[in-house]
């Protein structure tokens, strides 16, 4: 619960932050969104290995998917910034992490572990935490593929969609995280009572 206020409180100061860049230079807080993706996705993979440790995490779990989320994001920044008229393969590159992080909750150890557990409220809440990964975490590459100069729907959206598309995604994570976590905190204590 504590990891889950803390996301959300990061994401509340970035956001901002983001606003005033966004009210006094018309343009995208690159910068900001990134430093909070940085503290933020690695803490979602926090809150991954902290519902599994009860059955058997380990640490290198969670360095892996850390490792991962850090790949993601440090490519999308490259592509978003310095290399932003290469933007589309960057951004390959960065869905390589992402790959990673979908394959270790739908089918790799962390899969596994829940799958083990036997407890059928952790199985709950990580199976909906794995489609956050799959349909809500898509919804960040939709938003950078309006990258101007040769994302892949740059013809088709307009610039100002990729902030709004990333707004939307970060309303619907990190609020959804948050829910599953704290229903999942709530059921464990009901078991925990009993
Ligand atoms: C709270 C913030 C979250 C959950 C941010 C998640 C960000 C992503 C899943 C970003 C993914 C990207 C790709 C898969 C390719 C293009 C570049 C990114 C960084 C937008």
């Known amino acids: 619960m504590l990891i889950s206020g803390l996301i959300t409180f990061i994401a509340a100061v ?5 606003r005033d860049f966004w009210a006094e230079t018309g343009t995208s807080p690159t910068e900001f969104r990134y430093i909070d993706w940085i503290l933020t996705v690695p803490l979602m993979c926090v809150e991954f290995y902290l519902i599994l440790k009860a059955f058997g995490a380990k640490m290198d779990l969670l360095w ?13 920044y490259l592509g978003e910034t310095v290399y932003r008229d290469s933007s ?7 869905t390589l992490g992402y790959i990673g992080i979908f394959y270790e909750v739908w089918f790799g150890s962390a899969k596994k572990l829940s799958q083990g557990s036997n407890d059928p409220h952790l199985q709950k809440a990580f199976n909906t935490l794995a489609w956050f990964i799959l349909v809500g975490w898509a919804i960040y590459p939709i938003g950078y593929m309006a990258i101007p100069t040769d994302g892949l729907l740059s013809g088709v959206l307009p610039l100002e969609s990729l902030d709004i598309i990333y707004n939307i995604g970060d309303a619907i994570n990190k609020i959804g995280f948050g829910l599953v976590i704290y229903s999942l905190a709530i059921s464990s204590g009901k078991k925990a009572e009993a």
């Open 14 to 18: 970035h956001y901002f932050y983001m």
């Open 64 to 76: 892996k998917m850390i490792a991962y989320s850090l790949w993601m994001l440090i490519f999308g």
């Open 88 to 94: 589309a393969i960057w951004g390959a590159i960065s």
